[in-house]
């Protein structure tokens, strides 16, 4: 027997439909009645919905469009006077703080090049609390929340694992900073799943399904499926740089022996090539010196046959390289994709799309301000409850 569902609360259905609106006006400014279109809503509820954000400033009309025929219609657009996102990363020898808006467009953003590794706890949120506050006063905007990346494995509210920057170990730092800023919306996650997210929201730049690996002194992934940062269990998912690609092979930071990042880490390939920094072996390749031209070569094997392995498990058709091999990508790609296109199984139906990101060293802090950014437009009770209305009236959407 199927029983029928029960009636639906209708603050509910608001809700969705502000959802849908809201999603819509990422894919450009439109008029009302495009926007109906867009989401498949009457015009009418689309006008109800409309004229709060409206009030609130959360969204603006552009002027008058004489579009041809037909009635000459207002765009709508997220406003320039909206809430903002505040993105953060923190990261083994820099901190980076980016203010975005609702459609992604970048309000501000400051990058502090500093050495993490040895600072205490106390000192590196008094530092990302400067910054913050800093950055967020040049925006000029009243903050929706904060998204923080760091370079860790986090689970639940606590970073479990942060080997590059000992303090965050075992430390709730999100509640910290909320705290420390009196600001209560912080999300706090992994570096490599907020810079996959950057590629994922508030547009959809490499699909479904896809890897997006940052290398740097450790190798991350971000794994997205269906749509959906993929976490695992515990937090532990994308940890390509120690998947094994030599039995025995050379002494890794986990403990174990022959783990990717000994051959394709940053650290690794400037080794291998007798390079001071990622500038010197840039310059070296274009000068024509073998000995870098075969660390690369090595290296994009290397990550090549970890990323084969890794595929042929979840089956994505898009690679897409940040950070260091972001700088890197035309002369490590050559051997990443000759791994992947004689290892993955699924090749000779589907070759396997490498891609660079196009945010380069801005990705992670972008993907940390994304997790605010898309957590208020899919539950948009947020937006309203940090928006004052135009009027000074407390507004509902
Ligand atoms: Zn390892």
Redesign the pocket.
């Known amino acids: 027997m199927t029983r029928l569902p029960g009636p639906v609360h209708l603050r509910q259905v608001r809700t969705g439909n502000l959802q849908a609106l809201l999603v819509a006006i990422l894919d450009g400014p439109a008029s009302r009645a495009e926007l109906a279109q867009r989401t498949g809503l009457t015009k009418a509820t689309v006008a109800s919905l409309v004229e709060p954000l409206l009030r609130q400033r959360i969204l603006a009309e552009d002027p008058v469009v004489n579009a041809g025929r037909g009635r000459p219609s207002r765009p709508l657009r997220f406003s320039d006077a909206a809430p903002v996102a505040i993105g953060v990363e923190i990261n083994v020898r820099h901190l980076a703080v980016t203010v975005q808006r609702l459609d992604g467009s970048t309000a501000a953003e400051r990058r502090v090049e500093i050495d993490n590794r040895r600072r205490g706890i106390d000192e590196l949120i008094d530092s990302v609390a400067g910054l913050v506050s800093a950055t967020l006063t040049e925006s000029g905007r009243e903050p929706l929340g904060i998204g923080l990346a760091v370079p860790g494995i986090v689970h639940g509210d606590t970073v479990v694992h942060a080997p590059n920057v000992p303090a965050l170990t075992g430390s709730r730092i999100g509640e910290r900073l909320a705290a420390a800023l009196g600001m209560p919306m912080v999300m706090v996650d992994n570096e490599a799943n907020l810079a996959a997210l950057a590629h994922l929201w508030p547009q959809r730049l490499a699909g479904d399904d896809f890897v997006y690996v940052s290398g740097d002194v450790g190798i991350g992934a971000g794994i997205v499926l269906g749509g959906s940062l993929f976490r695992g269990g515990s937090g532990f998912a994308g940890e390509l740089?120690?998947v094994i690609i030599e039995r025995g092979g050379r002494p890794?930071?986990?403990?174990?022996y022959g783990?990717v990042?000994?051959y394709a880490g940053l650290h690794a390939i400037l080794a291998a090539a007798g390079a001071r920094g990622l500038g010197a072996l840039h310059d070296a390749l274009r000068q024509g010196d073998t000995r870098s031209r075969s660390a690369v070569n090595c290296a994009g094997s290397a990550l090549g046959t970890a990323l084969a392995s890794l595929i042929n498990v979840c089956d994505v058709g898009t690679v897409v390289l940040g950070g260091g091999y972001a700088t890197l990508f035309d002369d490590l790609a050559p051997g990443v994709r000759a791994e992947l296109g004689s290892g993955v199984l699924a090749a000779v139906r589907r070759p396997v799309t490498l891609t660079v990101s196009p945010f380069g060293r801005t990705a992670v802090a972008r993907g940390a301000a994304a997790l605010i950014t898309r957590r208020c437009c899919l539950a948009p009770e947020l937006l309203s409850a940090t928006v004052p209305s135009a009027d000074g009236r407390s507004t509902t959407g």
């Open positions: 740089g120690h890794c930071t986990c403990g174990s783990c990042e000994q």
